[in-house]
């Protein structure tokens, strides 16, 4: 079966400090891999996907993601952090051959001042 | 900019009312989705559309309904709304072509007492 794990609730970085938010998969085939944020009260936001190539892809407001095929792993990482990225964060996978996405249960990125 | 838009951000029904979620997106994008968000459970796929009078059950379809008459316009009936569907709905649309992200509306926050 197809799944994505956000192994942590919450996550808490000082502003300036990197942060890194985590997910992994479990997909047959290549999978499709993206990065969603949600600000209160909003929808989701597209920040960055992996298709294939570059391992390291970069995306809006300064994220990238380190996608790691043997680690089935597609990490979010921000070299410095601010308080107004403090929000939540979605990983989701969409598997080749299907229409449907398949999203973790979203991680709460808390930025302290 | 894509726009999805979606016709009330808050409701508020009885139990055993008929609820209908409108969707409608101006991007020409074949796909559409209908979720529902709730906390630690992330978003779950209720029903998608891949094309006009087409659509598929998600992972938790019991209890609605789903029509799209018009490519741009996606709705999500409650047939009888319960106080277990109290949640936050969000709408989504893509294109078909599978590396391409979603883009989501900003949500409706259904309360059924």
Redesign the interface.
Known sequence: AQSVAQPEDQVNVAEGNPLTVKCTYSVSGNPYLFWYVQYPNRGLQFLLKYITGDNLVKGSYGFEAEFNKSQTSFHLKKPSALVSDSALYFCAVRAPGTYKYIFGTGTRLKVLA | DVK?TQSSRYLVKRTGEKVFLECVQDMDHE?M?W?RQDP????R?IY?S?DVKMK?K?DIPEGYSVSREKKERFSLILESASTNQTSMY?C?SSFRA??L???????T?LLVL
Request: proline letters at 8%; hydrophobic letters at 40%; a neutral charge.
């Open positions: 999805v796909n989705f979720y630690g459970l992330g978003l796929l998608f891949y598929e998600g969000l989504a599978p590396g992200a979603q883009y989501f509306g900003p949500g926050r």
